[in-house]
């Protein structure tokens, strides 16, 4: 089973560092070892947290993390955390759900025809209002469903922001590892946090999250919008089989 986890953990780091949407991995394996529930999801915010953080570094000293729109986006993702996760208990989530369904194909068609996808020289301006928006939505998503944050993250970064491909990644990777930092405190304080089994994955997770970052910035333009595919098609097979 160790080797499982090692496995599980490579391959999700190496796609979380990419596109995000490792979770979708890591987090149905550990619910077969630690059955579904918080113990599964806290112990997986070890993987999450060094996987973004590992990703985040690399992105970081290649100069491609924009410090200013990072902690101001990352600031708005955490408002809209606190207002997805208190609002959870009382929005049906099933409908959530169904639009996300209806969404997922729309977000194929955005990856796939985008003509700007990959440039790095255009520059944009943005309002405050779309970015606000932007940031918020992403955290709201994170706070009250979760599967795939990060990969609306960049998605968000690089379609409503507008940012480049790396300055999306980059500061989609910092939004990451302080929202799953701050969930695995509040996980460990619970005594929900399985640390030999997550310690295992994470011995997985970084080293796919390097490699992964590393081969992101070398070919973009080929890897990137694979992965992204990859995960909203496995988002959307999740949520088909869990409605």
Not at 35 to 49: A, C, D, E, F, M
Request: net charge positive.
């Amino acid at each position: 089973m160790e080797l499982i986890l090692f496995f599980a953990g490579l391959v999700a780091g190496f796609i979380d560092s990419i596109a995000g949407g490792g979770g979708l991995i890591t987090l149905p394996v550990l619910s077969l070892y630690l059955l579904p529930g918080p113990h599964s999801i806290g112990t997986n915010k070890i993987v999450g947290t060094v996987g973004a953080l590992t990703a985040l570094i690399i992105y970081s000293r290649k100069g491609h993390l924009q410090i200013g729109k990072g902690l101001r986006f990352v600031l708005l993702v955490g408002t809209g955390s606190f207002l997805g996760s208190s609002s959870a208990p009382y929005l049906p989530i099933h409908y959530f759900k169904i639009l996300l369904i209806i969404l997922c194909p729309l977000l194929l068609l955005l990856v796939w025809h985008k003509d700007k996808f990959i440039r790095e020289d255009v520059e944009y301006k943005v309002s405050p209002f779309i970015f606000i928006l932007t940031g918020v939505f992403c955290g709201f998503y994170d706070g009250f469903f979760g599967p795939a944050g990060g990969t609306f993250m960049l998605l968000g970064l690089l379609y409503a922001v507008k940012l480049p491909l790396f300055a999306a990644l980059a500061i989609s990777k910092l939004a990451n590892t302080l929202s799953a930092g701050v969930a695995l405190a509040t996980y460990s304080t619970g005594g929900f946090v399985h640390w030999k089994t997550g310690l295992i994955m994470m011995a997985g997770m970084a080293p796919g999250a390097f490699f992964g970052a590393h081969i992101a910035s070398k070919k973009a333009d080929k890897i990137v919008k694979p992965v992204l595919t990859f995960i909203v098609c496995l988002l959307l097979l999740k949520l088909i089989l869990n409605v």
